[in-house]
């Protein structure tokens, strides 16, 4: 199965920016459809973003509490996802986790997770 490594959480003030990233092993990153989810303190993890595959034209779907605030992207080059997150809010603060969909049958990996704190 595909491996998958988060970076670039951290600290940040309300209103201030993050950018995270999840790097991916595996020989197919292109087939798979990648995300971001989150799981903020005493909350159920919840799908953030997601964007398909190339062969489905890497459509992006975000949940409604982060449109207009945050962007995923990905570098087929470099078997990359990012998570560009501006606006930042303490709704924000949570472990943020890259998941990876297998196409074939649909088994979805999961990083370890990185933590972003949003506070003043």
């Known amino acids: 199965q595909v491996q998958l490594v988060e970076s670039g959480g951290g600290s940040v003030q309300p209103g201030g920016s993050l950018r995270l990233s999840c790097l991916a092993s595996?020989?197919?990153?292109?087939?798979?459809?990648m995300a971001w989810y989150r799981q903020g303190p005493g909350k159920s993890r919840e799908l953030v973003a997601s964007i398909t595959s190339v062969t489905t034209g890497g459509g992006t779907n975000y949940a409604d509490s982060v449109k207009d605030r945050f962007t995923i992207s990905r570098n087929n080059a470099k078997k990359m996802v990012n998570l560009q997150m501006n606006s930042l809010n303490s709704d924000d603060t949570g472990v943020y986790y890259c998941?990876?969909?297998?196409?074939?049958?649909?088994?979805?990996?999961w990083g370890q997770g990185t933590q972003v704190t949003v506070s003043s």
């Open positions: 595996g020989d197919i990153f292109t087939l798979y459809t």
């Open positions: 998941t990876a969909k297998n196409p074939f049958n649909n088994f979805q990996s």
